[in-house]
C-alpha cells in the first residue's frame, strides 16, 4: 500500500543548482528511505535515515527528518545532469514488515 | 558481485500464453518481492516471501503466481497474461534484519498483445 508521497512528483532545475524533495507519510516509521531510479531500471539505495535521527548527509545528499510532522526531505546540492532520475521514498516498516513506497519525484536537470 | 538479475529483461507475448520471470539473488537474503511499476501508479507490491516455501500476497496479486522452493530464486509465472499486466516489473530482495534496505534488480519489460 502507498503511504508516503512525494512532493512536487515533477523538478526541472538547471544544472548546478539545488534540488529538494519532499516526502510525506501517515504512520510511525522505524526508518525512511531514498532511491533513485535512472530511466527504466532498477532502483538504487541513496540513503537511510532513522526515526531518531533528525539530519543525515552523504555526499551532496542532505536527508532531514521530522516526525512530528510525519515529512522528510532529499536535497541533492550542485545538481549534476547525472542526476537526472526518479526518486522515491520508502518508509517503514508496516505491521507486514514491508517498506511502503511512495509514487516518486522525477527530477530534470537541464544542462 | 552482490546482485538480483531478472530474466527476460524484455518480452513481448500474447493474452493467454503462459510465461515465467525468473529472479535470483546472490546475497543469502531470505527475503524476496515483486512490484511492477506503471505510470503515475509509482512501485506497487505483486508477492513477497519472507523466506523459502513462504509467500503472501502484496496489494495486486491478482493473475501473478510465484514460488520459493529455493532461497536464492523467487520467480513470476503469469498463468494467462492479460494486455492489463502490461508492466514493467522489478525484482528485489533484502536482508531479515531492520532497517531492511532493498535491492532491485534491472527490471523486466513486459507487453502482452
Known amino acids: 500500500s502507498q503511504q508516503g508521497e512525494e512532493d512536487p512528483q515533477a523538478l526541472s532545475i538547471q544544472e548546478g543548482e539545488n534540488a529538494t524533495m519532499n516526502c510525506s507519510y501517515k504512520?510511525?516509521?522505524?526508518?525512511l528511505q531514498w532511491y533513485r531510479q535512472n530511466s527504466g531500471r532498477g532502483l538504487v539505495h541513496l540513503i537511510l535515515i532513522r526515526s531518531n535521527e533528525r539530519e543525515k548527509h552523504s555526499g551532496r545528499l542532505r536527508v532531514t527528518l521530522d516526525t512530528s510532522k510525519k515529512s522528510s526531505s532529499l536535497l541533492i546540492t550542485a545538481s549534476r545532469a547525472a542526476d537526472t532520475a526518479s526518486y522515491f521514498c520508502?518508509?517503514?516498516?508496516?505491521?507486514?514488515?514491508?517498506?511502503?513506497w511512495g509514487a516518486g519525484t522525477k527530477l530534470i536537470i537541464k544542462p | 558481485e552482490a546482485q538480483v538479475t531478472q530474466n527476460p529483461r524484455y518480452l513481448i507475448t500474447v493474452t493467454g500464453k503462459k510465461l515465467t520471470v525468473t529472479c535470483s539473488q546472490n546475497?543469502?537474503?531470505?527475503?524476496m518481492s515483486w512490484y511492477r511499476q506503471d505510470p503515475g501508479l509509482g512501485l506497487r507490491q505483486i508477492y513477497y516471501s519472507m523466506n523459502v516455501e513462504v509467500t503472501d500476497k502484496g496489494d495486486v496479486p491478482e493473475g501473478y503466481k510465484v514460488s520459493r522452493k529455493e532461497k536464492r530464486n523467487f520467480p513470476l509465472i503469469l498463468e494467462s497474461p492479460s494486455p492489463n499486466q502490461t508492466s514493467l516489473y522489478f525484482c528485489?530482495?533484502?536482508?531479515?534484519?531492520?532497517?531492511?534496505?532493498?535491492?532491485f534488480g534491472p527490471g523486466t519489460r513486459l507487453t502482452v498483445l
Open positions: 546475497m543469502n537474503h531470505e527475503y
Open positions: 504512520t510511525s516509521i522505524n526508518n
Open positions: 528485489a530482495s533484502r536482508g531479515s534484519r531492520l532497517p531492511y534496505t532493498q535491492y
Open positions: 520508502a518508509t517503514g516498516p508496516d505491521s507486514n514488515y514491508q517498506l511502503i
